[in-house]
């Protein structure tokens, strides 16, 4: 018997989901922007850790994890 594999349909979240990622990625970048009037007051050597530290933890703030496992599976949890 001679099988053939089941066409690839390409899901519509993929693109979705990139969306979502660039809207939350620059809504946070709004957030942090509108933050740089108080930053800007800080020491130049305090002003480089506050940035470094909040472009890294919009990593973990935003659900970015679960979005990428819903884009894949359709889920919001893998598993």
Not at 17 to 46: E, T
Not at 51 to 61: A, C, D, E, Q, R
Request: glycine share 8%; proline share 9%.
């Amino acid at each position: 018997m001679n099988r053939q594999p089941a066409p690839y349909e390409p899901s519509w979240r993929k693109p979705v989901g990139m969306f979502i990622i660039l809207a939350l990625i620059a809504l946070w970048a709004i957030l942090i922007g509108s933050l740089s009037s108080l930053i800007g007051r800080l020491p130049m050597i305090a002003q480089v850790p506050v940035y470094v530290f909040l472009g890294l933890i919009w990593i973990w703030v935003l659900p970015l994890k679960r979005l990428l496992a819903w884009m894949e599976t359709g889920r919001w949890r893998r598993g």
